[in-house]
């Protein structure tokens, strides 16, 4: 009975709807299906120790035991330095998928692999790089390369090593044959999650009507505010009476899942 329980123990399983705990040793972190709350979008994860990432394959395995379901067949694993003592995980749309996001210091490196990518099949995928939602660094290619590390029985597609200061940057990897084959990570290094407020919209109440309009415009002429800042869109001077105002709707540049307050004070006459 030694046998079976060494080579269990070899294997660092850990099941967490979120990411946001100190980190020890190297080890890959595959995503899976949240098989204990399906209505939610954020996935289980799966990590295992850097010298036996073979034993993700063991519990995904659909023939076997465990009965874990990898979040998408490409089985993205993500290998984090144990330097980076806190790693805080966001979600993003992407049409019809939600893939994951990570919040890292700035001088922190990942590899990518995909354990779902081998020898039979690493012809039918491409990955690329999007940096700063902006510019695509690396177009739709090939699979850089199998290899056979880590502790793996067989070659998987090895995606790279990632490391970008300042900057975010989105990998994706699909299936050419199947666009729905496909899955994505992004790292964001940036540092700096201040919400960027793009614009103000209102409901007012304008002879006992309400009105959609914009707080800069000032269409109705109601001297809501005295004027905007040009570098922050943060109104200087926003006012109003009780009863002009019935909605308030602030559209921010991408804030991601960084929590912020917003509050409105009010001054009572005399």
């Known amino acids: 009975m030694k046998k079976p329980f060494t080579a269990f123990c070899s294997i660092l399983l850990v099941l967490i709807p979120l990411i ?32 036996d990432i073979a034993g993700a394959l063991t519990f995904t395995d659909p023939k076997g035991a465990q009965k874990m379901i990898p979040k998408s067949s490409i089985l993205l694993g993500i290998q984090f330095k144990p330097e980076e003592s806190r790693i805080s995980r966001f979600n993003v749309n992407s049409m019809d998928k939600v893939y994951s996001g990570y919040f890292l210091s700035n001088g922190a490196e990942v590899t990518v692999l995909a354990l779902g990518i081998n020898a039979q099949n690493v012809n039918d995928y491409q990955y690329r790089v999007v940096e700063n939602d902006s510019i695509e660094t690396i177009p739709w290619s090939k699979i850089p390369k199998l290899e056979q590390n880590y502790g793996a029985k067989k070659a998987y597609g090895f995606i790279g090593k990632f490391k970008a200061p300042g900057k975010r940057i989105f990998l994706e990897v699909r299936n050419k044959k199947d666009y729905k084959t496909r899955d994505g990570i992004v790292f964001d290094w940036r540092g700096n999650f201040k919400p960027l407020l793009k614009q103000v919209n209102l409901f007012v109440k304008v002879r006992d009507t309400l009105f959609a309009t914009v707080l ?8 809501l505010t005295k004027s905007v800042d040009p570098k922050t869109n943060v109104p200087i001077g926003f006012k109003f009476k009780d009863g002009v105002v019935n909605v308030i709707t602030l559209y921010f540049n991408n804030p991601e899942n960084v929590p912020f307050d917003v509050s409105i004070s009010r001054k009572k006459e005399g």
Do not use: C, H, M, W
Not at 22 to 31: G, I, K, N, S
Not at 217 to 222: G, S, Y
């Open 20 to 51: 946001n705990y100190a980190q020890t040793r190297q080890f890959f972190q595959f995503e899976l299906k949240n098989q204990r709350y399906p209505s939610k979008s954020e996935p289980e994860i799966l990590s295992v120790l850097d010298n």
């Open 216 to 223: 800069k415009e000032d269409e109705f002429k109601l001297g």
